[in-house]
């Protein structure tokens, strides 16, 4: 009987993981249909192949100047091993999210990982 030799571990291989928190309501407080999400979803997954979506509805808080903001979100993650071509889509996405959904801004977070 033989024992396979146990392989070194894989390279890891560097990535940037982008959260997309999508609002579910315009500024001017109607809100935005689950089409639009769909869409969103969709040209994500057809851009990199694929993606994580969070569906959970959730709430977040803020002030800006003496008034206090709030908004439901949902969280999109993307995983993509493009680099600055994958950061330059997103700097692009944002700006045509904020008009397409109605919004002074769109939060867009990246974290540098590895994928081991």
Not at 101 to 112: F, K, N, P, S
């Amino acid at each position: 009987m033989s024992r396979e030799v146990a392989k070194p571990a894989e390279r890891q291989r560097p990535a940037c993981e982008f959260d997309l928190f999508l609002p579910l309501w315009s500024t001017d407080g109607t809100e935005i249909a689950g089409e639009k999400v769909s869409r969103v979803k969709k040209r994500l997954a057809e851009r990199f192949g694929g993606l994580t979506f969070f569906p959970q509805r959730i709430e977040g808080t803020w002030k800006f100047g003496g008034i206090t903001f709030r908004e439901e979100i949902v969280i999109l993650r993307v995983l993509s091993e493009e680099g600055q071509s994958a950061r330059s889509f997103f700097v692009r996405f944002k700006e045509e999210l904020k008009t397409e959904l109605g919004q002074e801004d769109v939060l867009i977070v990246t974290r540098d990982v590895e994928i081991v």
